[in-house]
T-cell receptor, first 115, second 116 residues
Framework: EDKVVQSPLSLVVHEGDTVTLNCSYE??????LLWYKQEKKAPTFLFML????IEKKSGRLSSILDKKELFSILNITATQTGDSAIYLC???????????????FGTGTRLTIIP | DSGVTQTPKHLITATGQRVTLRCSPR?????VYWYQQSLDQGLQFLIQ???????AKGNILERFSAQQFPDLHSELNLSSLELGDSALYFC???????????????FGEGSWLTVV
């Protein structure tokens, strides 16, 4: 069974701090890894990673994938209160070489930024 | 606004009852996915439909069923409800049967189900 594990489960930091969120996975037929931010209800897309070692960056957020060690990290620098959210990691994998792709989500990291 | 519409937003019902959750995908999206999010288990994939046909199945209980109609909207039916079914149920949609295929799936705001 595909497995996605995120750590830490919860993190509380002060505004301006830098945080690193972790996601490790065990899946067959890996396709891609995605990061989502969930503030109130619907998760919103942040990054999709398919290749090892290539950093994706968007403002203060960046993410990188290591397909050999089967993990990804999401970094947020100079955190702001608006970064408070649940950050979800999801891995897309297929049950065979020809289909039945599905996204498996981790339980998320709840990040709280204190002013 | 993702363009995915879910109704109802909130629902409170008693154990043993049956409810139907409704989802309208983004315009042009052929795939609909259903996810269940509870406090301790994160987002659990339930089922996917593509253009009216079941495409992939996750950890969906036998008491739950879903379908996608010709106009591409989808319904998730939950029956013989138990307290443990209380959760946020998300619908998501994407253009193709492959969840990402270079794009992403787009989530609705969710339907919050409370079973009492």
């Amino acid at each position: 069974e595909d497995k996605v594990v995120q750590s830490p489960l919860s993190l509380v930091v002060h505004e301006g701090d830098t945080v690193t969120l972790n996601c490790s996975y065990e899946v067959t037929n890996f396709r891609s890894l995605l990061w989502y931010k969930q503030e109130k209800k619907a998760p919103t897309f942040l990054f999709m990673l398919t290749s090892s070692g290539i950093e994706k960056k968007s403002g203060r957020l960046s993410s990188i994938l290591d397909k050999k060690e089967l993990f990804s990290i999401l970094n947020i620098t100079a955190t702001q209160t608006g970064d408070s959210a649940i950050y979800l990691c999801a891995v897309e994998a297929s049950e065979s070489n020809f289909g039945n792709e599905k996204l498996t989500f981790g339980t998320g990291t709840r990040l709280t930024i204190i002013p | 606004d993702s363009g995915v519409t879910q109704t109802p937003k909130h629902l409170i019902t008693a154990t043993g009852q049956r409810v139907t959750l409704r989802c309208s995908p983004r315009s042009g999206d052929l795939s609909v996915y259903w996810y269940q999010q509870s406090l301790d288990q994160g987002l659990q994939f339930l089922i996917q439909y593509y253009n009216g046909e079941e495409r992939a199945k996750g950890n969906i209980l036998e008491r739950f069923s879903a379908q996608q109609f010709p106009d591409l909207h989808s319904e998730l039916n939950l029956s013989s409800l138990e307290l443990g079914d209380s959760a946020l149920y998300f619908c998501a949609s994407s253009v193709s049967w492959w969840p990402t295929s270079g794009n992403t799936i787009y989530f609705g705001e969710g339907s919050w189900l409370t079973v009492v």
